[in-house]
Structures are given as structure tokens and as C-alpha cells.
């Protein structure tokens, strides 16, 4: 008789490859663009989530990103507050923000695109 085999050991699981150039951009774009489509903070959140470690620039727009969507949801948050307690006077600084927060994304989409690192210029920086 054979002496029977051990169980194979849990062996840990294999590196993931880094993402090539073309899908890291690829991504970096994406991931400015998703949030004006209407899934705001959780785009940036999942790809920076799930790729992260398979390529730096991506992974350095997603948390720019991901900063910008968390500072833009604390001002709508302030700015709905202030516009409830003042009767809707600092209502125009909500539309301000919305605007400038559709044209810093498009910045940010195209510098990505010429595989620039783009730091939006007014965000909290919640996420290293």
C-alpha cells in the first residue's frame, strides 16, 4: 500500500502584472470622465480599489480623482447646508462649483491624455 498524498499547499496568490501603457492611460482618462456620466466618487474609487500597484500613473490619477470627488461632495454638502440656514443666498456658489468641477475633470481627462501627471489646484487631499 501507498502512503496517501497531503493536500497541496495554499500557495499564495501570483503577482498581478502591471497594466501595459495603453490601458494605463487608458484608465487614467477614464477615470476623470466617469464621474460627469454620473457615478461620481465611486469610479475613482474602484479603479484606484482594483488597480492598484499595476501601473503608477494610473494609480496617481485615480487618488487625484478620487480627492477631487470627495472635496466636491463636502462643498455640495457645506453649500446645501448654508444655502437651507440663509434661505438659498450661496446657491450661486453651488453652480460655481458645478462648473468649475466639470471643467477641472476635462483638464484633468486631457492631461491624462498626453500622459501628463495633473494635480487638480483646489482639493483636500483625504487620499496620500
Same mark, same amino acid.
Given at each position: 500500500?501507498?502512503?496517501?498524498?497531503? *493536500?497541496? $499547499? %495554499?500557495?499564495?496568490?501570483? *503577482?498581478?502584472?502591471? +497594466? !501595459?501603457?495603453?490601458?494605463?492611460?487608458? %484608465? /487614467?482618462?477614464?477615470?476623470?470622465?466617469? *464621474?460627469?456620466?454620473?457615478?461620481?466618487?465611486?469610479?475613482?474609487?474602484?479603479? %484606484?480599489?482594483?488597480? =492598484?500597484? =499595476?501601473?503608477?500613473?494610473?494609480?496617481?490619477?485615480?487618488?487625484? !480623482?478620487?480627492?477631487?470627488?470627495?472635496?466636491?461632495?463636502?462643498?455640495? $454638502?457645506?453649500?446645501?447646508?448654508? !444655502?437651507?440656514?440663509?434661505?438659498?443666498?450661496?446657491?450661486?456658489? +453651488?453652480?460655481?462649483?458645478?462648473?468649475?468641477?466639470?471643467?477641472?475633470?476635462?483638464?484633468?481627462?486631457? /492631461?491624462? !491624455?498626453?500622459?501628463? %501627471?495633473?494635480?487638480? *489646484?483646489?482639493? +483636500?487631499?483625504?487620499?496620500?
Amino acid at each position: 500500500m501507498s502512503t496517501p498524498t497531503p *493536500p497541496p $499547499a %495554499w500557495d499564495a496568490p501570483a *503577482p498581478v502584472p502591471p +497594466l !501595459s501603457p495603453q490601458d494605463e492611460r487608458t %484608465w /487614467a482618462i477614464l477615470v476623470h470622465l466617469l *464621474p460627469l456620466l454620473g457615478v461620481g466618487l465611486l469610479a475613482p474609487l474602484v479603479v %484606484w480599489l482594483v488597480f =492598484r500597484g =499595476r501601473g503608477p500613473f494610473l494609480e496617481h490619477h485615480a487618488k487625484e !480623482s478620487l480627492n477631487l470627488q470627495l472635496t466636491v461632495l463636502i462643498a455640495v $454638502a457645506v453649500g446645501t447646508l448654508l !444655502s437651507v440656514v440663509l434661505f438659498g443666498i450661496p446657491a450661486l456658489l +453651488l453652480v460655481l462649483a458645478g462648473v468649475a468641477w466639470v471643467v477641472l475633470e476635462i483638464l484633468a481627462a486631457v /492631461a491624462a !491624455s498626453r500622459w501628463e %501627471w495633473y494635480r487638480y *489646484p483646489v482639493t +483636500l487631499r483625504l487620499v496620500p
